[in-house]
């Protein structure tokens, strides 16, 4: 036995750990250096030698060549008469490579080796998992269900690994069987024991974020930057979005002709509603953004204390709330300001009237700064004090108590018409 075969013992390892052959061999040669050193104290002289195609291991000694009286170490010297009765030709000097016979380890010896080379090959296995997945979390991958639990599902990827998808990374609605391929973000990769575990998500703003991506090709491209998502689940979800390019409409790219970009997203996320919002550094236009769908009146905003106070009409009020008070919770999320929300108070009976309704009084980049404020009706403009309303705009005071009259004038009309 000069020398063993690994082909059937280690190619299993090649094929389902991913390993590639350079990396195994120098495993192999490794492990057999640590059987050297345990017989002959010193690898130094020996050469592992693994056959490529044939599998096939075998130990190398290296000895030097020297006369009969000058040796001193068995290991490394070769009495010259023993060289020369392995080749004539060999003189004091030379080096002799000799084949070491496997026998020569014993039979345990030669088995611990292979329960190391297994080790060694299964913590090989973990770390390229580990950089693998690593390499990829927040990206999406698709994977088959394996197994069904009430606390999480297993799935396995196209090279059988295993994905654990926690009930809690699952949105609300979601219901997998057997055989299922889903779709989802890698969220984490972490170590526990002695295995690697990859940890996905659903639920997940990231997991939306590369939905988008694949859904709109100017996302992909840089053209459209999403700023910021936040999320409820299966309820509501809210992406603010801004474009790099002024002939891009940002949240029509993302919605798409007839919705048909954003509709195979809200099936994917059981059909949660997504809003789309431009971007705007403008506290008061975001505020009235991601309020979507309810309508303003206007507000009053500190800053300092990151708190707005909105009104509304009170068939807006509960659009602005939204079921289980999700939509003012995004709402604050996305803006990053505690949001109250009021009844305008309004008299019953009392109406108010569109600012549009004013263009040909009121010059049009007035009405926009107004609305830039959260001012879109008549009485809300009217609310506001003018030195409040000389604070928050550009328009000098001559222009804001000319535009109080025009409003003022229209409604003393509609009085006398009534």
């Known amino acids: 036995m000069a020398s063993i075969n690994l082909k059937d013992s280690f190619a299993e390892f090649k094929e389902a750990e991913n390993i590639d052959r350079t990396t195994l061999i120098k495993v192999i040669e490794d492990v057999f250096k640590t059987l050297i050193r345990k017989k002959y104290y010193n690898d130094e002289n020996f050469d592992v030698i693994v056959n490529d195609s044939t599998g096939d291991l075998e130990i190398f000694q290296r000895r030097e060549v020297v006369l009969d009286e000058d040796i001193m170490n068995d290991d490394t010297q070769i009495e010259l008469t023993e060289a020369k009765k392995l080749d004539d030709s060999y003189d004091v000097g030379d080096e002799v490579y000799e084949s070491i016979n496997m026998e020569t380890f014993g039979r345990r010896a030669i088995l611990a080796a292979k329960q190391t080379l297994a080790s060694r090959i299964s913590e090989l296995k973990k770390n390229i998992l580990l950089d693998k997945y690593k390499e990829r979390e927040n990206e999406i991958i698709v994977g ?39 779709r989802a973000i890698v969220k984490k990769v972490e170590l526990r024991g002695n295995g690697v575990v990859i940890i996905l998500s659903r639920t997940s703003p990231e997991f939306l974020a590369k939905l988008l991506e694949i859904e709109v090709p100017e996302i992909m491209d840089g053209l459209i930057s ?98 289980k008070g999700v939509n003012i919770k995004l709402a604050q999320e996305i803006t990053g300001y505690n949001i109250d929300v009021f009844r305008d108070d309004l008299e019953q009976g009392e109406y108010d009237i569109e600012l549009d309704e004013f263009v040909g009084d009121i010059e049009e980049w007035v009405i926009d700064e107004l609305k830039r404020i959260g001012c879109d009706t008549a009485r809300s403009v009217l609310k506001l004090t003018d030195d409040e309303l000389y604070r928050r705009t550009e328009m000098e005071a001559e222009t804001i108590k000319e535009i109080k009259e025009i409003i003022e004038k229209e409604f003393e009309e509609d009085e006398n018409e009534n």
């Not at 088959?144 to 990374?169: A, F, H, R, T």
């Not at 603010?240 to 940002?250: G, L, Q, T, W």
């Not at 789309?276 to 505020?287: D, V």
């Open 226 to 323: 999403i700023k910021k998502i936040v999320r409820e689940p299966g309820e509501r979800a809210k992406v603010a979005v801004e474009s790099y390019d002024d002939r891009i409409d940002p949240v029509g790219a993302c919605v798409g002709m007839k919705g048909s970009r954003i509709h195979g997203i809200v099936r994917e996320l059981r059909n949660e509603n997504i809003d789309i919002i431009n971007y705007t550094q403008n506290i008061h236009l975001l505020l009235q953004r991601s309020l979507t769908p309810a309508k303003i009146t206007s507000m009053n905003i500190n800053d300092e204390e990151k708190y707005a106070e909105i009104y509304m009409n009170a068939d807006q009020v509960s659009l602005a709330i939204g079921k």
């Open 144 to 182: 088959e269900v394996y197994q069904v639990w009430k606390k999480e599902i297993m799935l396995l990827d196209d090279e059988g690994n295993e994905l654990i998808l926690p009930k809690s990374e699952q949105i609300p609605s979601d219901y997998f069987k057997k055989g299922e391929t889903v």
